[in-house]
């Protein structure tokens, strides 16, 4: 017993060298990057949608990545367009409040 968990603490110190622990916070600093570009680009297409003098009938299909969308399931399909039509919805706030920010 007192040599598994010597044997486990060892391999923790390794891998605390090794930089294990700085590879990980750097993917994952990567991958909300990543997001957030992704956040924006939707946001982009927000407030083209927003600022268009047309009749937008389906806002959420501008949003949709279709290939992604064909490749779940139905309950996936379903979870995305939820998500979809509130990351929208989170989207127009956003638009509306930086707009009334610059037009006070």
Known sequence: MKDDIQSVAK????????????????????????????????????ASIMQSDEVVINPLAKLMDIEYYNSLTEDGKN??????????????QEYERRNKSIAV
């Open 11 to 46: 391999m923790a110190k390794a891998r605390i060298k090794c930089g294990y622990w700085s590879q990980v916070k750097n993917e994952k600093l990567s991958i909300v990057k990543e997001i957030e570009q992704i956040d924006n680009e939707m946001y982009e297409v927000v």
């Open 79 to 92: 979870r995305y367009i939820l998500e979809l039509a509130n990351k929208y919805v989170k989207l127009c």
